[in-house]
């Protein structure tokens, strides 16, 4: 049975750093891509990142582009947050399915497994 586990959420100052771990069972994350969304109370849960485990290739939001980085240790997913911000609060899922594209990695409904969520609070 496919298991999706997030951890390393907390509560960090402006400027920190976290680093979020989502372990990967059931499913060889070799042959599926895995994502990092998140959501506030209230909002619909956006996308965060991706890396595909075919080729490596990593993916970023915007909002996150050059503070946050995505990597994978086999059957691991990382999300290394730097220089966090208060917007940056939020519940932080990952999620994985190997029947994705570039063009659909960022869609929740696209993705068939889910983690049960960290939550990352930025307060001073």
């Known amino acids: 049975q496919l298991q999706l586990v997030e951890s390393g959420g907390g509560l960090v100052q402006p400027g920190g750093s976290l680093r979020l771990s989502c372990v990967a069972s059931g499913i060889t994350l070799d042959s599926a891509f895995v994502s990092w969304f998140r959501q506030v109370p209230g909002k619909e849960r956006i996308w965060v990142s991706c890396?595909?485990?075919?080729?490596?290739s990593t993916y970023y939001a915007d909002s996150v582009k050059g503070r946050f980085t995505i990597s994978r240790d086999e059957n691991i997913v990382y999300l290394q947050m730097y220089s966090l911000k208060t917007e940056d609060t939020a519940v932080y899922y990952c999620?994985?399915?190997?029947?994705?594209?570039?063009?659909?990695?960022?869609?929740?409904?696209?993705?068939?497994?889910w983690g049960q969520g960290t939550q990352v609070t930025v307060s001073s």
């Open positions: 999620a994985a399915d190997p029947w994705l594209t570039q063009a659909t990695m960022m869609l929740t409904y696209e993705y068939d497994y």
């Open positions: 890396i595909s485990g075919y080729d490596g």
